[in-house]
């Protein structure tokens, strides 16, 4: 028992792990496995290096020698002769810091950028409950409500007009409630698409004109001719996908009904829609739109663009929607016939609500389209950001400038478009999880 | 033994056309089809009255006049005293061509960087993200005016090519690479060249049918057979044997340099190259996603037991992997294929002739005839639309997978 | 009343309705403001500033017709159009009158149905090309590669020219003029055609403009002018007069400094009657009296306009060439004031 102390050699303490061999560790190993882990690999990377350097080499000095402060394109060239001599070839920066407001706004008065960007706070705060788990009910409130204040914001005007537009939805929902309960729900749909109609015709143009008069508060009004740049892009995107998507729910309701004259007539515009290029058709809402409506009946181009837009996007959002509907389980479909629920209500309440939250990351994606395809406006002569830029080579300062406002909108559409699409690959994930 | 009594005659009353079930699908479909006519002859009484009104009448005898206008680009013979309805059909097929070749090299495209996105090689895989993203994020038509203009800055002018000018030829002076184009060598077909073309085209079949019996053959004996290597001789040995024993008769016309342009040869226009390129690598990005996801969807299982099996990394690849993911792929493959069909009415912005800007674009502008001419260009694109979604739906229907 | 529901509709949703009626002179009146078609952009002719004002020589031409019916030269509503969609906005009533530098042929006044009023500028297609090709005609073209803008008469005027000539070329269509400037300078065209206007305004935007010239010969005819519907005689008479008056104004040395003076009466009837002292040519026009003035006193008179815009003066320096008064030899030439 006292003989412990005698006991042989027993190490303490270990031993520090060894460093391992250099060409083992850090970035000399991580370039062994990443960058030349084999012949075919080094020879890619070697390219793929020379590939970079050369492009970087042919747009970083031009890029960053670029002048920021001049006012046309001719005192830009003197400028440069100045500081790196007359061969030298740099950007010209200057023609956006003149001009970036109207790239971004249009033709919108300066002093009233804060309601674009408002609305678009705002905006962004409205879709947070749709598009986030998570955020308590209450918001829903503010996501109905919000189309309303972006429309005053935008366009201003007296406040009046967009209250009482609202006010056509909130008593359509009273007689639904009233008339459904005394006579059924049929009856009770019919009159919550009769009243507000009757209620928008003739009883909202006096009342908005009576309390504009009386009361007249507002935002000055500004005309949508004014509206360009950027923000026409978010208007026709966002508006588009927005009104289109109770229609392309209605469109892919119809192309699984039974009913075969529905189905059919919903096949037979979402074919059509999709089978046709966007710019015919925005080609037909500025040629032909005046045609198909009464004679003597016109309306500025730009609600023209938007009803268009919305029937194209909702050609696609059926297609999404369908999607939706069918990846969920029939059992749902089952178990709601199950409780007895009628279509409407089975729709309503249980399958819609599943099949739209799994639609969203194919409508984020429909939107992504939609938002670039703004860009196609410019063959209708609505000055979309490339129009703009046409617009702005048309004066005689700027004549000539070509580069510079391409990177500037490319950039700006990359950004836009890249976070969303990041959003909606989160969303993808997110939900893969959930069914797994 | 068992008495069928008669059900009790139902009275049919009014209101069973919407509470009954039985009926009520009738009614609505009844309502629908009346508020869709009405809708129907909504417009269209509009729009005769329309018409009228601007004095106006709804005629196709525009496509008999003389267009008057030239187009650079033309498959068939058309000069500035074609018709219109000519001049339609040069852009339709110009349209048909950039649809067609841009859905080859998309697809090649796609397939290349949606593989090589997921290789190890990290900065291959970045690349390849970089490129993906890019494209796909900014919007087609900056893409199309972007590369357009790219590829005449960055490729000489044909003036360059003279005597001391900074340009020379390639490939022993026959083909040109310049701003306004490549120039190739153009094919003489002189006697006897459909000889030799039959011959190439036989032993083209030939090929198929040897495949096919290595094929049967490797699954039914495990034999495998040089496929390549036959393949390659009998793409060259029977068409060139044939174009020897013919005489030659199938020459090369080389471009050549001459007053403004290079004559001779055949012309590839840029502006058929940029919208090519700028299609194909837009739609590529998509596809590459496409590829992408298809191939994550194969299970690991399967890769790991390719490799244990001991095939390589790229034969497992293609022989396990992107068969399997082919199934996932194909579906959104066609959507992107009619998406491309579609952006080519894109061509305007470098200027390509397609039917948008023919028949679309500058008849209705010179005809005054919109209503008739985008309904015809409305009727082109749907009728392509639905016959490459058609075949290509025949085409999925043969590699899904059979369930039995 | 389906027209009225629709409108109530779209009062609803307040963005601007309007009905193109018989009498557009009411509707100006009505709306406020004039609904002009301007291009999106061309040099000198109409383009936005930094502060989203449209200047330029047609632009002129809208706000003097402002002026004169409305009494305020900024009561324009420019509506930017491209050459594939003015005729339908005309034609449609989504604009009031189209000053967009637009060729006046038969077709477009008797098929399709427009009445021109004027002509405001003479201008005729012309080549240019870099000056190391060492060409000085146009028939010197044989197999050159042209750059046209497409959507306009150029392209046919073109296919003509070359067709007389018994030459070829390749022609390769533009969109835009800022395209076409690219694509020339990078050689990938030789020559560069368009309103020899257009050329000028192009070339003075180069680095080196003196490395270019433009070719001697004019193609075509391209007399540019507003016009406006068929159907509303009145509407068109206010158009014409008002840049009749304008042109006049010039010939009889009317200009924005000394206006206020003369119309104070002078001992010339003409200038008496376009200044409104004197007969009832306002009233005739169902305007008030000073209609010309207000109309002359929003941009000057033609010359006025003319160098404030594109004259020898601004960068794009044109001469006044064929749009010179009669008097000196150009073909401008007012119908009397009587």
Known sequence: MANTTETAFVRKEMLGAKEPPLTETGIVKWARENLFSGWLNSILTVLSILFVYWVLAHILPWMLGGIWDASSLTECRAIRDEIYGPDASVACWAVLTERWNQLLFGFYPSEAYWRPVLALVLFGVAVTPVLFSGIPRVFYALTAVAPFICYWLLWGGTIWGPIFVALGFVLGWIAFGVVSKAAGSLAGTIAAIIVPVLYWLFLDAPITGALGAAMPIGLEYIPSKDFGGFMLAFIIGITGIILSLPLGVLLALGRQSDLFIINKTSVIFIEVIRGVPLIVWLFTASLLLNYFLPPGTNFDLMLRVIIMVTLFAAAYMAEVIRGGLAALPKGQYEGADSLGLDYWQSMRLIILPQALKISIPGIVNTFIGLFKDTTLVVFIGLLDPIGLSNAIRATTDWNGVYWELFIFIGLLFFICCFSMSRYSQFLERKLRTDHR | MTTLTDPPKESFRLSQLIYDTRYRSLTIQVVAMFLLVLALSWLVSNTIQNLAALGKDFDFGFLTNVAGYDINQRLIEYDSTSTHGRAALVGILNTLLVAFLGCILATVIGVIAGVLRLSKNWIIARLMTVYVEGFRNVPLLLWIIVIFAVMTESTPSPRDFREGGSASMMLFDSIAVSNRGVYVPAPIWAEGSAIVVAVFLLSLVGIFLFRRFARARQEATGQILPVGWVALGLFFGPALIAFFLMGRPISLEYPELGGFNFTGGIQLRNSLIALWLALSLYTGAFIAENVRGGILAVSKGQTEAAFALGLRPNRTMSLVILPQALRVIIPPLISQYLNLTKNSSLAIAVGYMDVRSTLGGITINQTGRELEGMLLLGLFYLITSLVISGVMNIYNNSVKLKER | ?338
């Open chain 3, 1 to 338: 009343m389906k027209k009225s529901v629709f409108l109530g509709a779209l009062t609803v949703a307040g963005l601007a309705a309007g009905v193109a009626g018989a009498a557009t002179l009411d509707d100006v009146k009505a709306r406020g403001a004039l609904n002009c078609g301007v291009t999106t952009g061309l040099v000198g002719f109409a383009a936005p500033d930094a502060n989203g004002n449209w200047d330029g020589f047609d632009v002129g031409v809208c706000r003097a017709v402002a002026a004169a019916v409305l009494g305020d030269p900024m009561a324009v509503n420019f509506v930017p159009t491209t050459g594939q969609t003015r005729f339908t906005a005309l034609a449609s009533g989504e604009i009031d009158l189209l000053a967009r530098n637009t060729t006046w042929t038969f077709s477009r006044d008797v098929d399709l149905k427009f009445e021109f009023v004027g002509i405001n500028y003479y201008d005729g297609q012309g080549f240019m090309v870099p000056k190391s090709l060492g060409v000085s005609s146009a028939k010197e073209l044989d197999g050159a590669t042209v750059c046209i803008q497409t959507g306009t008469t150029t392209e046919l005027n073109l296919a003509d020219f070359f067709r007389v000539n018994n030459i070829s070329y390749e022609p390769v269509p533009i969109e835009t003029n800022a395209e076409a400037q690219q694509q020339y300078l990078a050689g990938a065209c030789d020559v560069y055609t368009t309103d020899a206007s257009g050329l000028a305004a192009t070339r003075a935007s180069f680095e080196n403009p003196g490395d270019h010239v433009v070719l001697p010969e004019i193609i075509s005819k391209e007399p540019l002018g507003p016009l406006v519907r068929h159907g509303d005689p009145e509407w068109g008479d206010i158009a014409r007069w008002t840049l009749n008056a304008l042109i006049a104004a010039e010939e009889l040395g009317i200009t924005s400094a000394n206006i206020e003076e003369l119309s104070a009466g002078t001992n010339n009837p003409e200038i008496n009657r376009i200044l409104g002292t004197e007969g009832e040519l306002g009233a005739m026009l169902g305007l008030d009296a000073e209609w010309a003035k207000r109309a002359i006193m929003a941009g000057g008179n033609y010359g006025e306009l003319f160098e404030k815009t594109i004259g020898e003066n601004t960068p794009i320096g044109l001469a006044r060439g064929l749009n010179a008064q009669w008097t000196d030899g150009g073909l401008l030439y007012t119908p009397p004031f009587r």
